[in-house]
């Protein structure tokens, strides 16, 4: 198909009307699908906090095969003030750990204990006394 337009012949060209066309099929994409994510549960913070111990509890004993794990690393700084989470034997060897960490683990864990501190000044006291744990740990690391 030629088409003349004052002296230039254009070849094959596509009227107006496939273009639109086009751009219709490329602007059609498949419907995203509503995919829903299990949420946490209890069941899986122990898990987490099994592997955890267990992490712990190589690097204090058996430090020649201990593989730093940085998503458990980030757990322990974001958890080490949870008596629940991370018992007193454990948090003890935690204290070693963060001590003996290298990178920004310990400014991080540092920066946390000291944001549990300033959020407790602001407590009332009997508030307090149900968070002293929480408030000794934060201190401890704070002491490192």
């Known amino acids: 198909m030629d088409t003349k337009t004052e002296g230039f012949v254009f070849k094959n060209t596509v009227p107006h009307v496939n273009m639109s066309v086009k751009r219709e099929k490329k602007k059609k994409k498949k419907p995203k699908k509503n995919i829903e994510y299990p949420k946490k549960t209890?069941?899986?913070?122990?898990?987490?906090?099994?592997?955890?111990?267990?992490?712990?509890?190589?690097?204090?004993?058996?430090?020649?095969?201990?593989?730093?794990?940085?998503?458990?690393?980030?757990?322990?700084?974001?958890?080490?003030?949870?008596?629940?989470?991370?018992?007193?034997?454990?948090?003890?060897?935690f204290l070693l750990y963060i001590a003996d960490t290298k990178g920004s683990a310990l400014k991080r864990c540092q920066e946390r204990a000291?944001?549990?501190?300033?959020?407790?000044?602001?407590?009332?006291?009997?508030?307090?006394?149900?968070?002293?744990?929480?408030?000794?740990?934060?201190?401890?690391?704070?002491?490192?």
């Open 42 to 93: 209890p069941q899986g913070t122990q898990n987490k906090q099994l592997k955890v111990i267990q992490y712990l509890n190589d690097w204090h004993t058996n430090r020649n095969q201990w593989k730093f794990q940085k998503n458990l690393d980030s757990w322990l700084v974001k958890h080490f003030y949870k008596k629940s989470l991370l018992g007193k034997a454990y948090f003890k060897i």
């Open 114 to 144: 000291q944001l549990i501190l300033s959020s407790q000044e602001s407590i009332s006291k009997t508030e307090n006394s149900v968070k002293t744990a929480k408030v000794k740990r934060a201190k401890q690391v704070l002491n490192i």
